[in-house]
Protein backbone atom coordinates (compact mmCIF):
# COMPACT_ATOMS: atom_id res chain seq x y z
CA UNK A 1 0.00 0.00 0.00
CA UNK A 2 1.26 3.08 -1.06
CA UNK A 3 2.30 4.80 2.29
CA UNK A 4 -0.24 8.21 2.70
CA UNK A 5 0.89 11.61 3.48
CA UNK A 6 -0.91 13.48 6.29
CA UNK A 7 -3.31 15.13 5.05
CA UNK A 8 -6.48 17.71 6.47
CA UNK A 9 -9.16 19.85 5.28
CA UNK A 10 -10.76 22.71 7.27
CA UNK A 11 -14.43 22.54 6.60
CA UNK A 12 -16.41 25.72 7.65
CA UNK A 13 -14.32 25.42 11.21
CA UNK A 14 -14.25 21.23 11.10
CA UNK A 15 -10.77 19.77 10.41
CA UNK A 16 -11.22 16.65 8.64
CA UNK A 17 -7.93 14.03 8.90
CA UNK A 18 -7.25 12.46 5.72
CA UNK A 19 -5.09 10.39 7.80
CA UNK A 20 -7.13 7.63 7.35
CA UNK A 21 -9.04 7.77 4.14
CA UNK A 22 -13.47 8.51 4.22
CA UNK A 23 -16.13 8.24 2.53
CA UNK A 24 -18.51 10.79 0.50
CA UNK A 25 -22.18 10.04 -0.47
CA UNK A 26 -23.55 10.70 -3.21
CA UNK A 27 -26.88 12.35 -2.92
CA UNK A 28 -28.44 13.42 -6.25
CA UNK A 29 -31.60 15.54 -6.61
CA UNK A 30 -31.79 14.79 -10.06
CA UNK A 31 -34.50 12.71 -12.34
CA UNK A 32 -31.77 11.27 -14.40
CA UNK A 33 -28.66 10.66 -12.92
CA UNK A 34 -27.40 7.09 -13.98
CA UNK A 35 -27.58 5.16 -11.32
CA UNK A 36 -31.46 5.26 -9.87
CA UNK A 37 -30.31 4.00 -6.40
CA UNK A 38 -29.21 7.47 -5.48
CA UNK A 39 -31.56 9.74 -7.00
CA UNK A 40 -33.72 11.40 -4.42
CA UNK A 41 -36.55 14.01 -5.77
CA UNK A 42 -39.22 14.34 -3.41
CA UNK A 43 -38.76 15.63 0.18
CA UNK A 44 -38.76 11.93 1.90
CA UNK A 45 -36.68 10.84 -0.48
CA UNK A 46 -34.01 13.57 -0.45
CA UNK A 47 -34.39 12.67 4.32
CA UNK A 48 -34.20 8.96 3.16
CA UNK A 49 -31.35 9.30 1.35
CA UNK A 50 -29.28 11.72 3.94
CA UNK A 51 -29.88 9.37 6.80
CA UNK A 52 -28.36 6.75 4.97
CA UNK A 53 -25.38 8.16 3.90
CA UNK A 54 -24.82 9.49 7.47
CA UNK A 55 -25.89 6.52 9.41
CA UNK A 56 -23.90 4.01 7.47
CA UNK A 57 -20.88 6.28 8.33
CA UNK A 58 -19.85 8.77 5.36
CA UNK A 59 -17.84 12.13 6.49
CA UNK A 60 -19.14 13.81 3.42
CA UNK A 61 -22.16 14.22 1.41
CA UNK A 62 -22.01 15.33 -1.69
CA UNK A 63 -25.27 16.55 -3.39
CA UNK A 64 -25.54 17.41 -7.15
CA UNK A 65 -28.86 18.98 -9.00
CA UNK A 66 -27.05 18.56 -12.60
CA UNK A 67 -26.47 15.26 -14.35
CA UNK A 68 -22.96 14.82 -15.53
CA UNK A 69 -23.79 11.10 -16.93
CA UNK A 70 -22.39 11.04 -20.61
CA UNK A 71 -24.97 12.61 -23.06
CA UNK A 72 -27.12 14.00 -19.90
CA UNK A 73 -29.23 17.00 -21.05
CA UNK A 74 -28.01 20.41 -20.19
CA UNK A 75 -30.11 22.06 -17.43
CA UNK A 76 -30.37 25.83 -17.11
CA UNK A 77 -28.75 27.40 -14.35
CA UNK A 78 -32.16 28.68 -12.80
CA UNK A 79 -33.10 25.28 -12.77
CA UNK A 80 -29.98 23.96 -10.95
CA UNK A 81 -30.47 26.36 -8.09
CA UNK A 82 -33.81 25.98 -7.31
CA UNK A 83 -32.66 21.51 -6.95
CA UNK A 84 -30.05 22.55 -4.74
CA UNK A 85 -32.04 25.29 -2.64
CA UNK A 86 -35.26 22.55 -2.53
CA UNK A 87 -32.34 20.00 -1.48
CA UNK A 88 -30.10 21.44 0.74
CA UNK A 89 -32.91 23.18 3.02
CA UNK A 90 -34.01 19.63 3.67
CA UNK A 91 -30.87 18.08 4.42
CA UNK A 92 -29.74 20.85 6.84
CA UNK A 93 -33.06 20.33 8.01
CA UNK A 94 -32.73 16.82 9.02
CA UNK A 95 -28.74 17.15 9.49
CA UNK A 96 -27.82 20.43 10.55
CA UNK A 97 -24.02 19.77 11.37
CA UNK A 98 -23.42 17.82 7.99
CA UNK A 99 -20.57 18.36 6.37
CA UNK A 100 -21.54 19.04 2.53
CA UNK A 101 -20.00 19.23 -0.72
CA UNK A 102 -21.93 20.64 -3.61
CA UNK A 103 -21.21 19.23 -6.92
CA UNK A 104 -21.32 22.01 -9.51
CA UNK A 105 -19.07 23.72 -12.36
CA UNK A 106 -21.04 26.83 -12.09
CA UNK A 107 -19.34 29.71 -10.04
CA UNK A 108 -22.92 31.53 -9.08
CA UNK A 109 -24.24 27.81 -7.79
CA UNK A 110 -21.20 27.64 -5.91
CA UNK A 111 -21.48 31.22 -4.28
CA UNK A 112 -25.22 30.16 -3.26
CA UNK A 113 -24.64 27.45 -1.80
CA UNK A 114 -21.81 28.50 0.39
CA UNK A 115 -23.24 31.85 1.13
CA UNK A 116 -26.78 31.18 1.75
CA UNK A 117 -26.27 27.53 2.93
CA UNK A 118 -23.02 27.50 4.71
CA UNK A 119 -21.62 24.44 2.35
CA UNK A 120 -18.10 23.86 3.15
CA UNK A 121 -16.67 22.59 0.00
CA UNK A 122 -17.16 22.71 -4.04
CA UNK A 123 -17.00 20.00 -6.20
CA UNK A 124 -16.48 20.81 -9.80
CA UNK A 125 -16.39 17.81 -12.74
CA UNK A 126 -14.90 20.64 -14.69
CA UNK A 127 -12.44 22.25 -12.80
CA UNK A 128 -13.01 25.77 -13.73
CA UNK A 129 -12.49 25.06 -17.64
CA UNK A 130 -16.44 25.28 -18.10
CA UNK A 131 -16.82 28.66 -16.00
CA UNK A 132 -13.98 31.30 -16.51
CA UNK A 133 -14.55 32.75 -13.04
CA UNK A 134 -14.76 29.71 -10.78
CA UNK A 135 -11.38 29.72 -9.62
CA UNK A 136 -11.96 33.47 -8.43
CA UNK A 137 -14.70 32.93 -7.11
CA UNK A 138 -13.47 29.76 -4.90
CA UNK A 139 -10.64 32.39 -3.48
CA UNK A 140 -13.29 34.31 -2.42
CA UNK A 141 -15.43 31.91 -1.12
CA UNK A 142 -12.11 30.38 0.97
CA UNK A 143 -13.68 26.82 0.74
CA UNK A 144 -11.68 23.14 -0.44
CA UNK A 145 -12.19 22.81 -3.93
CA UNK A 146 -12.16 19.60 -5.57
CA UNK A 147 -11.17 19.81 -9.25
CA UNK A 148 -11.60 16.55 -11.46
CA UNK A 149 -9.84 15.95 -15.04
CA UNK A 150 -12.47 15.81 -17.86
CA UNK A 151 -12.07 15.93 -21.65
CA UNK A 152 -15.02 17.72 -23.30
CA UNK A 153 -17.81 17.87 -21.60
CA UNK A 154 -21.07 16.10 -20.04
CA UNK A 155 -22.81 16.30 -23.81
CA UNK A 156 -19.84 14.79 -25.69
CA UNK A 157 -17.23 13.74 -23.12
CA UNK A 158 -17.97 9.90 -24.42
CA UNK A 159 -18.27 10.42 -27.64
CA UNK A 160 -14.22 9.71 -29.05
CA UNK A 161 -12.08 10.50 -25.91
CA UNK A 162 -8.58 10.53 -27.28
CA UNK A 163 -5.30 11.02 -25.62
CA UNK A 164 -1.21 10.69 -26.65
CA UNK A 165 -0.04 10.20 -23.81
CA UNK A 166 -2.70 9.91 -20.91
CA UNK A 167 -0.86 10.13 -17.45
CA UNK A 168 1.39 13.09 -18.73
CA UNK A 169 -1.68 14.91 -20.32
CA UNK A 170 -3.76 14.73 -16.71
CA UNK A 171 -0.66 15.92 -14.89
CA UNK A 172 0.11 18.35 -17.13
CA UNK A 173 -3.58 19.40 -17.02
CA UNK A 174 -3.46 19.29 -12.74
CA UNK A 175 -0.72 21.12 -12.64
CA UNK A 176 -1.52 23.73 -14.75
CA UNK A 177 -4.71 24.41 -12.60
CA UNK A 178 -2.93 23.67 -9.32
CA UNK A 179 -0.74 26.82 -10.23
CA UNK A 180 -3.53 28.92 -10.77
CA UNK A 181 -5.41 28.41 -8.23
CA UNK A 182 -2.45 28.62 -5.80
CA UNK A 183 -1.40 31.90 -7.45
CA UNK A 184 -5.21 32.96 -5.92
CA UNK A 185 -4.34 31.83 -2.57
CA UNK A 186 -6.32 28.94 -2.97
CA UNK A 187 -4.80 25.79 -1.11
CA UNK A 188 -7.03 23.82 0.29
CA UNK A 189 -7.25 21.59 -3.27
CA UNK A 190 -8.28 17.89 -3.54
CA UNK A 191 -7.63 16.04 -6.90
CA UNK A 192 -10.03 13.79 -8.68
CA UNK A 193 -8.88 12.04 -11.74
CA UNK A 194 -12.27 11.69 -13.41
CA UNK A 195 -12.80 7.77 -14.00
CA UNK A 196 -15.55 7.74 -17.16
CA UNK A 197 -15.25 11.55 -17.77
CA UNK A 198 -13.69 11.54 -20.97
CA UNK A 199 -11.98 8.20 -21.25
CA UNK A 200 -12.24 4.64 -22.78
CA UNK A 201 -12.51 1.70 -20.37
CA UNK A 202 -8.56 0.95 -20.94
CA UNK A 203 -7.91 4.85 -20.14
CA UNK A 204 -9.70 4.50 -17.01
CA UNK A 205 -7.87 1.21 -16.24
CA UNK A 206 -4.72 2.50 -16.74
CA UNK A 207 -5.71 6.04 -14.33
CA UNK A 208 -5.87 3.57 -11.90
CA UNK A 209 -2.81 1.15 -12.22
CA UNK A 210 -0.71 4.67 -12.17
CA UNK A 211 -2.82 6.39 -9.51
CA UNK A 212 -0.15 6.08 -6.91
CA UNK A 213 1.92 8.69 -9.17
CA UNK A 214 -0.66 11.41 -7.98
CA UNK A 215 1.01 11.24 -4.63
CA UNK A 216 3.43 13.85 -6.39
CA UNK A 217 0.92 16.59 -6.28
CA UNK A 218 1.17 16.42 -2.27
CA UNK A 219 -2.55 16.95 -2.38
CA UNK A 220 -5.26 14.63 -1.64
CA UNK A 221 -6.80 12.29 -4.08
CA UNK A 222 -10.35 11.48 -4.30
CA UNK A 223 -11.91 8.80 -6.47
CA UNK A 224 -15.04 8.26 -8.16
CA UNK A 225 -15.71 4.70 -9.18
CA UNK A 226 -18.71 3.85 -7.87
CA UNK A 227 -20.92 1.84 -10.37
CA UNK A 228 -19.25 3.29 -13.53
CA UNK A 229 -19.27 2.15 -16.83
CA UNK A 230 -15.63 0.61 -16.31
CA UNK A 231 -17.17 -1.98 -14.31
CA UNK A 232 -20.24 -3.28 -16.20
CA UNK A 233 -18.66 -2.50 -19.05
CA UNK A 234 -15.88 -4.84 -18.57
CA UNK A 235 -18.14 -7.60 -17.00
CA UNK A 236 -20.80 -7.14 -19.25
CA UNK A 237 -23.08 -5.92 -16.63
CA UNK A 238 -24.81 -3.07 -15.26
CA UNK A 239 -24.99 -0.32 -12.78
CA UNK A 240 -27.15 -2.08 -10.92
CA UNK A 241 -25.12 -5.02 -11.11
CA UNK A 242 -21.91 -3.65 -10.20
CA UNK A 243 -21.17 -2.82 -6.33
CA UNK A 244 -19.01 -5.98 -6.16
CA UNK A 245 -16.85 -4.68 -9.01
CA UNK A 246 -17.36 -1.07 -7.10
CA UNK A 247 -15.62 -2.90 -3.99
CA UNK A 248 -12.90 -4.31 -5.76
CA UNK A 249 -11.80 -1.19 -7.35
CA UNK A 250 -11.86 0.91 -4.26
CA UNK A 251 -9.74 -1.72 -2.69
CA UNK A 252 -7.05 -1.24 -5.86
CA UNK A 253 -7.69 2.30 -4.96
CA UNK A 254 -6.76 2.46 -1.12
CA UNK A 255 -3.89 0.74 -1.45
CA UNK A 256 -2.63 3.13 -4.26
CA UNK A 257 -3.48 6.10 -1.64
CA UNK A 258 -6.94 7.29 -2.34
CA UNK A 259 -7.72 9.68 0.44
CA UNK A 260 -11.39 10.09 -0.32
CA UNK A 261 -14.54 7.52 -1.89
CA UNK A 262 -17.33 8.93 -3.40
CA UNK A 263 -19.40 6.34 -3.29
CA UNK A 264 -23.12 5.48 -3.68
CA UNK A 265 -23.03 2.54 -1.62
CA UNK A 266 -21.66 4.05 1.82
CA UNK A 267 -21.70 0.93 4.18
CA UNK A 268 -20.00 -1.22 1.49
CA UNK A 269 -17.33 1.93 1.30
CA UNK A 270 -16.65 2.00 4.63
CA UNK A 271 -16.10 -1.49 5.02
CA UNK A 272 -13.52 -1.65 2.44
CA UNK A 273 -11.98 1.14 4.07
CA UNK A 274 -11.65 -0.23 7.73
CA UNK A 275 -10.33 -3.45 6.04
CA UNK A 276 -7.66 -2.16 4.35
CA UNK A 277 -6.54 0.34 6.86
CA UNK A 278 -6.33 -2.98 9.43
CA UNK A 279 -3.72 -4.65 6.89
CA UNK A 280 -2.21 -1.24 6.61
CA UNK A 281 -1.48 -1.41 10.44
CA UNK A 282 0.79 -4.05 9.84
CA UNK A 283 3.22 -2.25 7.74
CA UNK A 284 3.89 0.45 10.43
Not at 61 to 82: F, K, N, T, V
Not at 235 to 248: D, F, M, R, Y
Request: proline share 4%; charged share 20%.
Amino acid sequence: MVSSTRFSLNLGGTLLDLSVPCVMGILNVTPDSFYPGCRAWSEAEIAARAHQIITQGARLIDIGAYSSRPGAEHLAQDEEMQRLRRGLTILFREYPQALVSVDTFRADVAKMCVEEFGVVMINDIAAGTMDERMFPTIARLQVPYILMHMQGTPQNMQLQPSYTHLMQEVFLFFAQRVEQLHALGVNDLVLDPGFGFGKTLEHNYQLLAHLQEFRLFELPLLVGLSRKSMIYGLLKSTPQEALNGTTVLHTVALQKGAHILRVHDVKEAVEAVRITQQIESYNE
